[in-house]
Protein backbone atom coordinates (compact mmCIF):
# COMPACT_ATOMS: atom_id res chain seq x y z
CA UNK A 1 0.00 0.00 0.00
CA UNK A 2 1.47 3.29 -0.76
CA UNK A 3 1.50 5.51 2.27
CA UNK A 4 -0.27 8.60 3.33
CA UNK A 5 -2.46 11.23 1.69
CA UNK A 6 0.74 11.88 -0.64
CA UNK A 7 -0.91 15.21 -0.08
CA UNK A 8 0.24 18.47 -1.56
CA UNK A 9 -0.34 21.90 -0.35
CA UNK A 10 -2.14 23.70 -3.27
CA UNK A 11 -0.24 26.06 -5.96
CA UNK A 12 -0.72 29.54 -5.06
CA UNK A 13 -1.32 30.41 -9.03
CA UNK A 14 -3.09 28.27 -11.82
CA UNK A 15 -4.16 25.02 -10.50
CA UNK A 16 -1.45 21.75 -11.16
CA UNK A 17 -2.26 19.45 -13.88
CA UNK A 18 -4.95 16.94 -13.02
CA UNK A 19 -3.52 14.13 -15.00
CA UNK A 20 -2.09 11.32 -13.33
CA UNK A 21 -4.72 12.27 -10.25
CA UNK A 22 -7.18 9.65 -8.91
CA UNK A 23 -8.51 11.78 -6.52
CA UNK A 24 -7.30 15.64 -5.53
CA UNK A 25 -8.97 17.44 -2.70
CA UNK A 26 -7.54 20.92 -2.15
CA UNK A 27 -9.67 23.41 0.33
CA UNK A 28 -8.31 27.22 -0.07
CA UNK A 29 -5.80 28.36 2.39
CA UNK A 30 -7.40 29.69 5.59
CA UNK A 31 -10.19 26.80 5.42
CA UNK A 32 -8.36 24.65 7.82
CA UNK A 33 -8.64 21.49 6.17
CA UNK A 34 -5.94 19.74 5.13
CA UNK A 35 -5.17 18.83 1.19
CA UNK A 36 -5.63 15.38 -0.34
CA UNK A 37 -4.32 14.13 -3.97
CA UNK A 38 -3.92 10.74 -4.44
CA UNK A 39 -2.16 9.21 -7.56
CA UNK A 40 -3.86 6.75 -9.99
CA UNK A 41 -3.83 3.43 -9.60
CA UNK A 42 -2.79 1.00 -6.35
CA UNK A 43 -4.02 1.48 -3.25
CA UNK A 44 -3.55 4.45 -0.91
CA UNK A 45 -5.06 5.86 2.28
CA UNK A 46 -6.53 9.20 2.58
CA UNK A 47 -6.68 10.83 5.77
CA UNK A 48 -9.31 13.63 6.20
CA UNK A 49 -8.50 15.96 9.51
CA UNK A 50 -12.05 15.04 10.85
CA UNK A 51 -14.97 13.47 10.36
CA UNK A 52 -16.53 17.06 8.87
CA UNK A 53 -13.97 17.31 6.76
CA UNK A 54 -14.43 13.53 5.53
CA UNK A 55 -17.88 13.76 5.50
CA UNK A 56 -17.71 17.17 2.90
CA UNK A 57 -15.09 14.98 0.91
CA UNK A 58 -17.16 12.01 0.23
CA UNK A 59 -20.32 14.56 -0.18
CA UNK A 60 -18.60 16.37 -2.84
CA UNK A 61 -16.91 12.83 -4.73
CA UNK A 62 -20.74 11.28 -4.93
CA UNK A 63 -21.70 14.82 -5.96
CA UNK A 64 -19.02 15.14 -8.06
CA UNK A 65 -19.18 18.91 -6.91
CA UNK A 66 -16.07 20.30 -5.16
CA UNK A 67 -17.14 23.61 -2.87
CA UNK A 68 -16.75 26.97 -3.74
CA UNK A 69 -13.76 27.05 -1.87
CA UNK A 70 -12.45 23.66 -2.71
CA UNK A 71 -10.48 21.88 -5.47
CA UNK A 72 -11.83 18.78 -6.64
CA UNK A 73 -10.18 15.99 -8.91
CA UNK A 74 -11.73 12.93 -9.83
CA UNK A 75 -9.87 10.59 -11.82
CA UNK A 76 -7.61 12.81 -14.01
CA UNK A 77 -10.68 15.44 -14.46
CA UNK A 78 -10.80 18.81 -12.68
CA UNK A 79 -14.86 18.69 -12.19
CA UNK A 80 -15.41 22.36 -12.31
CA UNK A 81 -15.65 22.92 -15.68
CA UNK A 82 -18.21 19.65 -16.06
CA UNK A 83 -21.50 19.77 -17.51
CA UNK A 84 -23.94 17.76 -16.18
CA UNK A 85 -23.57 14.67 -18.57
CA UNK A 86 -19.69 14.79 -17.30
CA UNK A 87 -20.51 14.59 -14.14
CA UNK A 88 -23.06 11.87 -14.49
CA UNK A 89 -20.46 9.82 -16.74
CA UNK A 90 -17.77 10.50 -13.61
CA UNK A 91 -19.95 9.46 -11.22
CA UNK A 92 -20.64 6.00 -12.87
CA UNK A 93 -17.15 5.03 -12.40
CA UNK A 94 -16.67 5.75 -8.70
CA UNK A 95 -17.89 3.90 -6.01
CA UNK A 96 -17.79 4.64 -2.14
CA UNK A 97 -18.36 1.78 0.80
CA UNK A 98 -19.64 3.84 3.88
CA UNK A 99 -17.91 2.07 7.06
CA UNK A 100 -21.00 -0.01 8.20
CA UNK A 101 -21.42 -1.42 4.83
CA UNK A 102 -24.76 0.75 3.84
CA UNK A 103 -26.98 -2.43 3.52
CA UNK A 104 -30.89 -2.43 3.48
CA UNK A 105 -31.68 -3.91 6.33
CA UNK A 106 -34.88 -5.86 4.66
CA UNK A 107 -32.90 -7.30 2.25
CA UNK A 108 -30.55 -10.33 2.99
CA UNK A 109 -26.46 -10.59 1.88
CA UNK A 110 -27.55 -11.78 -1.69
CA UNK A 111 -29.93 -9.04 -2.65
CA UNK A 112 -27.91 -6.11 -1.11
CA UNK A 113 -25.48 -7.50 -3.38
CA UNK A 114 -27.31 -7.27 -6.65
CA UNK A 115 -29.12 -4.39 -6.15
CA UNK A 116 -27.64 -1.92 -8.07
CA UNK A 117 -26.59 -4.45 -10.91
CA UNK A 118 -30.56 -4.77 -10.96
CA UNK A 119 -30.54 -1.32 -11.72
CA UNK A 120 -27.44 -0.22 -13.40
CA UNK A 121 -27.16 -4.00 -15.92
CA UNK A 122 -29.98 -5.96 -15.19
CA UNK A 123 -28.45 -8.09 -18.23
CA UNK A 124 -25.17 -9.02 -15.62
CA UNK A 125 -27.86 -10.65 -12.88
CA UNK A 126 -27.47 -14.00 -14.67
CA UNK A 127 -23.64 -14.42 -14.30
CA UNK A 128 -23.23 -12.65 -10.79
CA UNK A 129 -23.75 -15.59 -9.23
CA UNK A 130 -20.27 -16.94 -10.04
CA UNK A 131 -18.77 -13.62 -9.56
CA UNK A 132 -19.84 -13.19 -6.15
CA UNK A 133 -19.00 -16.34 -5.25
CA UNK A 134 -15.36 -15.92 -6.53
CA UNK A 135 -14.86 -12.57 -4.68
CA UNK A 136 -15.89 -14.33 -1.81
CA UNK A 137 -13.97 -17.15 -1.52
CA UNK A 138 -11.13 -14.94 -2.42
CA UNK A 139 -11.68 -12.83 0.53
CA UNK A 140 -11.86 -16.46 2.53
CA UNK A 141 -15.59 -16.20 2.85
CA UNK A 142 -18.16 -18.91 2.62
CA UNK A 143 -21.22 -18.02 0.25
CA UNK A 144 -23.76 -20.14 1.59
CA UNK A 145 -23.35 -19.15 5.02
CA UNK A 146 -23.51 -15.39 4.21
CA UNK A 147 -26.06 -14.87 1.20
CA UNK A 148 -29.02 -16.05 2.64
CA UNK A 149 -28.67 -13.82 6.23
CA UNK A 150 -30.26 -10.51 6.84
CA UNK A 151 -28.34 -7.57 8.14
CA UNK A 152 -29.96 -7.86 12.01
CA UNK A 153 -27.81 -10.95 11.82
CA UNK A 154 -24.73 -10.22 10.54
CA UNK A 155 -21.28 -9.41 11.99
CA UNK A 156 -19.87 -5.63 11.54
CA UNK A 157 -17.14 -7.34 9.13
CA UNK A 158 -20.09 -9.47 7.64
CA UNK A 159 -21.89 -5.96 6.85
CA UNK A 160 -19.04 -4.35 5.45
CA UNK A 161 -17.57 -7.87 3.71
CA UNK A 162 -21.61 -6.98 1.72
CA UNK A 163 -20.98 -3.93 1.02
CA UNK A 164 -17.78 -4.44 -0.27
CA UNK A 165 -18.83 -7.55 -2.99
CA UNK A 166 -21.56 -5.18 -3.83
CA UNK A 167 -19.25 -2.52 -5.01
CA UNK A 168 -16.59 -4.51 -6.50
CA UNK A 169 -18.72 -6.07 -8.93
CA UNK A 170 -19.66 -2.64 -10.25
CA UNK A 171 -16.31 -2.82 -11.37
CA UNK A 172 -15.53 1.47 -10.18
CA UNK A 173 -12.41 2.88 -11.26
CA UNK A 174 -12.37 4.73 -8.14
CA UNK A 175 -13.41 3.10 -4.97
CA UNK A 176 -13.18 4.98 -1.53
CA UNK A 177 -13.64 2.95 1.59
CA UNK A 178 -14.69 4.49 4.93
CA UNK A 179 -12.80 2.96 7.74
CA UNK A 180 -12.63 -0.57 6.04
CA UNK A 181 -10.97 -2.43 9.49
CA UNK A 182 -12.75 -0.04 12.03
CA UNK A 183 -14.41 -1.52 14.64
CA UNK A 184 -13.38 -4.95 13.87
CA UNK A 185 -11.58 -7.74 15.38
CA UNK A 186 -8.12 -8.87 14.74
CA UNK A 187 -9.01 -11.92 13.03
CA UNK A 188 -11.66 -9.61 10.78
CA UNK A 189 -8.80 -6.99 10.58
CA UNK A 190 -6.67 -8.90 8.56
CA UNK A 191 -9.27 -10.08 6.45
CA UNK A 192 -10.24 -6.59 5.79
CA UNK A 193 -6.83 -6.13 5.18
CA UNK A 194 -7.29 -8.20 1.78
CA UNK A 195 -9.91 -5.69 0.12
CA UNK A 196 -7.59 -3.54 -1.45
CA UNK A 197 -5.79 -6.55 -2.96
CA UNK A 198 -9.24 -8.47 -4.24
CA UNK A 199 -10.16 -5.01 -5.67
CA UNK A 200 -6.90 -4.75 -8.02
CA UNK A 201 -6.71 -8.04 -8.61
CA UNK A 202 -10.54 -7.25 -10.38
CA UNK A 203 -9.76 -3.99 -11.59
CA UNK A 204 -6.11 -3.71 -12.59
CA UNK A 205 -6.21 -0.43 -13.34
CA UNK A 206 -8.07 1.06 -10.32
CA UNK A 207 -7.67 3.21 -7.15
CA UNK A 208 -8.37 1.87 -3.82
CA UNK A 209 -8.68 4.65 -1.18
CA UNK A 210 -9.11 4.05 2.32
CA UNK A 211 -10.51 6.82 4.06
CA UNK A 212 -9.61 7.12 7.98
CA UNK A 213 -9.83 10.64 9.64
CA UNK A 214 -6.64 11.26 10.92
CA UNK A 215 -5.72 10.44 14.56
CA UNK A 216 -6.19 13.34 17.21
CA UNK A 217 -2.49 14.34 18.78
CA UNK B 1 -50.46 26.99 5.41
CA UNK B 2 -47.27 27.30 3.28
CA UNK B 3 -46.43 23.77 5.39
CA UNK B 4 -49.67 22.17 3.50
CA UNK B 5 -48.96 24.11 0.03
CA UNK B 6 -45.36 22.37 0.84
CA UNK B 7 -46.55 19.07 1.02
CA UNK B 8 -49.62 19.29 -1.87
CA UNK B 9 -46.69 20.32 -4.04
CA UNK B 10 -44.57 17.62 -2.91
CA UNK B 11 -46.98 14.73 -3.36
CA UNK B 12 -47.41 16.33 -6.97
CA UNK B 13 -44.26 15.98 -7.55
CA UNK B 14 -43.64 12.47 -6.85
CA UNK B 15 -47.01 11.86 -8.60
CA UNK B 16 -45.07 13.10 -11.60
CA UNK B 17 -42.47 11.06 -10.94
CA UNK B 18 -43.91 7.95 -10.53
CA UNK B 19 -46.15 8.53 -13.64
CA UNK B 20 -42.53 9.55 -16.31
CA UNK B 21 -40.67 6.68 -14.49
CA UNK B 22 -43.44 3.48 -14.10
CA UNK B 23 -41.00 2.04 -17.28
CA UNK B 24 -38.35 0.99 -14.00
CA UNK B 25 -41.30 -1.93 -12.97
CA UNK B 26 -39.20 -3.65 -15.52
CA UNK B 27 -36.06 -4.14 -13.45
CA UNK B 28 -35.72 -7.43 -11.51
CA UNK B 29 -35.80 -5.40 -7.82
CA UNK B 30 -38.63 -3.07 -8.12
CA UNK B 31 -40.71 -6.13 -10.31
CA UNK B 32 -39.66 -7.67 -7.06
CA UNK B 33 -40.65 -5.24 -4.74
CA UNK B 34 -44.11 -4.80 -6.66
CA UNK B 35 -44.86 -8.00 -5.81
CA UNK B 36 -43.99 -8.05 -2.43
CA UNK B 37 -45.59 -4.66 -1.68
CA UNK B 38 -48.96 -6.71 -3.98
CA UNK B 39 -48.76 -9.42 -1.59
CA UNK B 40 -48.64 -7.70 1.48
CA UNK B 41 -51.37 -5.06 0.96
CA UNK B 42 -53.59 -7.74 -1.45
CA UNK B 43 -53.54 -10.67 -0.52
CA UNK B 44 -52.54 -10.84 2.64
CA UNK B 45 -55.02 -8.36 3.52
CA UNK B 46 -57.80 -10.59 2.22
CA UNK B 47 -59.50 -12.46 5.66
CA UNK B 48 -59.85 -9.11 6.93
CA UNK B 49 -61.20 -7.47 3.77
CA UNK B 50 -63.93 -10.60 3.87
CA UNK B 51 -64.97 -10.44 6.99
CA UNK B 52 -65.63 -6.54 7.14
CA UNK B 53 -67.23 -6.55 3.85
CA UNK B 54 -69.46 -9.51 4.97
CA UNK B 55 -70.79 -7.03 7.98
CA UNK B 56 -71.09 -4.12 6.10
CA UNK B 57 -73.80 -6.08 3.40
CA UNK B 58 -75.35 -7.47 5.60
CA UNK B 59 -75.63 -4.56 8.05
CA UNK B 60 -76.79 -2.15 5.15
CA UNK B 61 -79.63 -4.46 4.06
CA UNK B 62 -80.98 -5.02 7.75
CA UNK B 63 -80.97 -1.59 8.06
CA UNK B 64 -82.67 -0.10 4.54
CA UNK B 65 -85.33 -2.80 4.50
CA UNK B 66 -85.65 -2.09 8.19
CA UNK B 67 -86.16 1.37 7.83
CA UNK B 68 -87.89 2.05 3.89
CA UNK B 69 -89.57 -0.81 4.43
CA UNK B 70 -88.05 -2.47 1.20
CA UNK B 71 -88.84 -4.87 -1.38
CA UNK B 72 -86.58 -6.86 -3.45
CA UNK B 73 -85.47 -4.36 -6.06
CA UNK B 74 -85.16 -1.97 -3.39
CA UNK B 75 -82.84 -3.88 -1.90
CA UNK B 76 -80.91 -4.68 -4.94
CA UNK B 77 -80.53 -1.13 -5.96
CA UNK B 78 -79.73 0.02 -2.50
CA UNK B 79 -76.80 -2.89 -2.96
CA UNK B 80 -75.65 -1.45 -5.94
CA UNK B 81 -75.22 1.95 -4.90
CA UNK B 82 -74.22 2.14 -1.69
CA UNK B 83 -72.08 -1.03 -1.75
CA UNK B 84 -70.73 -1.35 -5.23
CA UNK B 85 -69.91 2.54 -5.88
CA UNK B 86 -69.49 3.56 -2.77
CA UNK B 87 -68.72 1.63 0.60
CA UNK B 88 -66.69 -0.72 -1.43
CA UNK B 89 -63.67 1.50 -2.50
CA UNK B 90 -63.87 3.10 0.61
CA UNK B 91 -63.94 0.09 2.78
CA UNK B 92 -60.76 -0.64 0.62
CA UNK B 93 -59.15 2.13 1.08
CA UNK B 94 -59.53 2.63 4.70
CA UNK B 95 -58.35 -0.85 5.28
CA UNK B 96 -55.56 -0.27 3.37
CA UNK B 97 -54.73 2.73 5.07
CA UNK B 98 -54.93 0.95 8.35
CA UNK B 99 -52.85 -1.81 6.64
CA UNK B 100 -50.36 -0.91 4.46
CA UNK B 101 -50.50 3.28 4.68
CA UNK B 102 -48.78 2.90 8.18
CA UNK B 103 -46.53 0.51 7.16
CA UNK B 104 -44.96 2.21 4.38
CA UNK B 105 -44.90 5.44 6.34
CA UNK B 106 -43.02 3.73 9.29
CA UNK B 107 -40.85 2.07 6.95
CA UNK B 108 -39.33 4.47 4.89
CA UNK B 109 -38.87 7.28 7.51
CA UNK B 110 -36.96 4.61 9.31
CA UNK B 111 -35.13 3.84 6.27
CA UNK B 112 -34.53 7.84 6.32
CA UNK B 113 -33.13 8.09 9.94
CA UNK B 114 -31.54 5.02 9.90
CA UNK B 115 -28.95 6.44 6.68
CA UNK B 116 -30.53 3.36 3.81
CA UNK B 117 -32.47 5.97 1.84
CA UNK B 118 -28.67 7.60 1.56
CA UNK B 119 -27.37 4.27 0.72
CA UNK B 120 -29.25 3.60 -2.00
CA UNK B 121 -28.15 7.15 -3.76
CA UNK B 122 -24.79 6.07 -2.57
CA UNK B 123 -25.25 3.20 -5.28
CA UNK B 124 -27.08 5.52 -7.69
CA UNK B 125 -30.46 4.62 -7.39
CA UNK B 126 -32.90 7.20 -6.99
CA UNK B 127 -34.75 6.15 -3.96
CA UNK B 128 -38.01 7.29 -5.68
CA UNK B 129 -37.88 4.78 -8.53
CA UNK B 130 -36.33 1.86 -5.69
CA UNK B 131 -39.05 2.75 -3.07
CA UNK B 132 -41.90 5.11 -4.06
CA UNK B 133 -43.20 3.52 -7.67
CA UNK B 134 -43.33 0.06 -6.76
CA UNK B 135 -45.38 1.02 -3.40
CA UNK B 136 -47.49 3.16 -5.51
CA UNK B 137 -48.54 0.48 -8.36
CA UNK B 138 -48.81 -2.14 -5.66
CA UNK B 139 -50.90 -0.34 -3.41
CA UNK B 140 -53.39 0.98 -6.30
CA UNK B 141 -53.51 -2.83 -7.64
CA UNK B 142 -53.98 -4.27 -4.70
CA UNK B 143 -56.71 -1.82 -3.55
CA UNK B 144 -58.82 -2.47 -6.66
CA UNK B 145 -58.99 -5.70 -6.19
CA UNK B 146 -59.29 -5.62 -2.49
CA UNK B 147 -62.44 -3.37 -3.39
CA UNK B 148 -63.90 -6.51 -5.70
CA UNK B 149 -63.63 -8.49 -2.74
CA UNK B 150 -65.49 -6.38 -0.63
CA UNK B 151 -68.32 -6.08 -3.78
CA UNK B 152 -68.80 -9.70 -4.28
CA UNK B 153 -68.52 -10.63 -0.49
CA UNK B 154 -70.83 -7.93 0.56
CA UNK B 155 -73.22 -7.54 -2.24
CA UNK B 156 -73.47 -11.71 -2.06
CA UNK B 157 -73.86 -11.36 2.30
CA UNK B 158 -76.77 -8.27 1.81
CA UNK B 159 -78.39 -10.81 -1.03
CA UNK B 160 -78.13 -13.79 1.01
CA UNK B 161 -79.93 -11.87 4.44
CA UNK B 162 -82.25 -10.25 2.17
CA UNK B 163 -83.98 -13.48 0.91
CA UNK B 164 -84.17 -14.54 4.29
CA UNK B 165 -85.63 -11.30 5.41
CA UNK B 166 -87.85 -10.60 2.83
CA UNK B 167 -90.87 -12.11 0.55
CA UNK B 168 -88.30 -12.57 -2.16
CA UNK B 169 -86.40 -15.69 -2.83
CA UNK B 170 -82.60 -15.88 -3.52
CA UNK B 171 -83.15 -16.13 -7.43
CA UNK B 172 -85.66 -13.20 -7.42
CA UNK B 173 -82.55 -11.22 -5.93
CA UNK B 174 -79.95 -12.48 -7.69
CA UNK B 175 -81.79 -12.02 -11.04
CA UNK B 176 -82.51 -8.61 -10.29
CA UNK B 177 -79.12 -8.02 -9.11
CA UNK B 178 -77.90 -8.68 -13.23
CA UNK B 179 -80.88 -7.14 -14.13
CA UNK B 180 -79.97 -3.56 -12.11
CA UNK B 181 -76.31 -3.49 -12.41
CA UNK B 182 -74.27 -2.28 -15.21
CA UNK B 183 -70.79 -2.44 -16.31
CA UNK B 184 -70.66 1.23 -15.63
CA UNK B 185 -70.68 0.55 -12.04
CA UNK B 186 -67.71 -2.23 -11.91
CA UNK B 187 -65.75 0.65 -14.21
CA UNK B 188 -66.37 3.33 -12.17
CA UNK B 189 -65.60 1.62 -8.79
CA UNK B 190 -62.00 0.02 -9.94
CA UNK B 191 -60.94 3.77 -11.33
CA UNK B 192 -61.99 4.79 -7.98
CA UNK B 193 -59.96 2.56 -5.87
CA UNK B 194 -57.20 2.49 -8.39
CA UNK B 195 -57.13 6.36 -7.59
CA UNK B 196 -57.75 5.86 -4.21
CA UNK B 197 -54.63 3.27 -3.98
CA UNK B 198 -52.53 5.51 -6.09
CA UNK B 199 -53.42 8.26 -3.76
CA UNK B 200 -53.13 6.37 0.03
CA UNK B 201 -49.33 5.11 -1.45
CA UNK B 202 -48.59 8.45 -2.68
CA UNK B 203 -49.29 10.51 0.71
CA UNK B 204 -47.75 7.52 2.89
CA UNK B 205 -44.28 7.11 1.16
CA UNK B 206 -43.93 11.46 0.83
CA UNK B 207 -44.32 11.48 4.37
CA UNK B 208 -42.35 8.54 4.74
CA UNK B 209 -39.36 9.80 3.16
CA UNK B 210 -39.84 13.43 4.62
CA UNK B 211 -40.03 12.70 8.43
CA UNK B 212 -40.16 16.02 10.41
CA UNK B 213 -37.02 15.15 11.55
CA UNK B 214 -33.64 12.93 12.43
CA UNK B 215 -34.79 11.16 15.60
CA UNK B 216 -36.94 8.27 15.95
CA UNK B 217 -39.55 10.37 17.47
CA UNK B 218 -39.98 11.42 14.11
CA UNK B 219 -41.27 8.04 12.70
CA UNK B 220 -44.72 8.03 14.69
CA UNK B 221 -45.20 11.40 13.68
CA UNK B 222 -44.76 10.61 9.68
CA UNK B 223 -47.36 8.09 10.20
CA UNK B 224 -49.46 10.42 11.82
CA UNK B 225 -48.99 12.77 9.26
CA UNK B 226 -49.44 9.79 6.56
CA UNK B 227 -52.86 8.22 7.80
CA UNK B 228 -54.42 10.88 8.75
CA UNK B 229 -54.14 12.77 5.22
CA UNK B 230 -54.19 9.88 3.34
CA UNK B 231 -57.62 9.52 4.89
CA UNK B 232 -58.47 13.13 3.96
CA UNK B 233 -57.78 12.85 0.76
CA UNK B 234 -59.43 9.70 -0.08
CA UNK B 235 -62.56 11.31 1.25
CA UNK B 236 -61.70 14.35 -0.61
CA UNK B 237 -61.62 12.40 -4.22
CA UNK B 238 -64.64 10.81 -3.35
CA UNK B 239 -66.35 13.76 -2.85
CA UNK B 240 -64.78 14.75 -6.47
CA UNK B 241 -66.05 11.34 -8.21
CA UNK B 242 -69.61 12.05 -6.74
CA UNK B 243 -69.76 15.29 -7.86
CA UNK B 244 -68.32 14.66 -11.46
CA UNK B 245 -70.41 11.40 -11.94
CA UNK B 246 -73.41 12.31 -10.23
CA UNK B 247 -73.42 15.91 -10.46
CA UNK B 248 -73.03 18.29 -13.91
CA UNK B 249 -69.96 16.82 -15.52
CA UNK B 250 -71.16 13.62 -16.38
CA UNK B 251 -74.91 13.58 -15.44
CA UNK B 252 -76.44 10.19 -16.79
CA UNK B 253 -73.32 8.60 -16.81
CA UNK B 254 -74.47 7.03 -13.60
CA UNK B 255 -77.77 7.03 -12.24
CA UNK B 256 -79.47 6.99 -9.38
CA UNK B 257 -82.78 7.43 -9.76
CA UNK B 258 -85.55 5.40 -7.12
Redesign the interface.
Known amino acids: MNPGNSAAPPDAGSPPPADGIALAYEPAAGVGECAIRIPLGGSHRASPLNESQKRRLVSAV?EVRGEPDTRLVLLGVDVDGLRPAGRAAL??RIA?L?A?G?????LNAW?NI???I???S?RR?RDVEAEVSGVLASLGADPRELLGKLPERMSLYEKKLTGYV?ITLEKPDLMLVEDPQGGLESAERAAAAKFPAAYLQICPGGTFVQLQVAREP | MIGVYREFEGCMRLAGHVLRRLPVLA???VAESLTRQIYFTGASATAGIVLRGAFIGTFIIAYVIDVLEADAALAVKILIWVVLREIGPLIAAVLVIQRSGTAITT?LAL?HI???VA???????DPR??LVVPRVVGVALSTAALTFYVQVIAVGGGILLSSLTIEASLGELVGEFFALAKPVDFVYATIKSLLFGAAIALVCCYHGLHPPGMSINAVPKAAINGVTQSTLLVLLLNVIFAYLVFGQAFFGLVTAKL
Not at chain 1, 102 to 106: Q, Y
Not at chain 2, 119 to 125: D, G, H, T
Open positions: LRDFPDGLLSSEVLPGFHPLR | LPPEMSGESLRQMRIDY
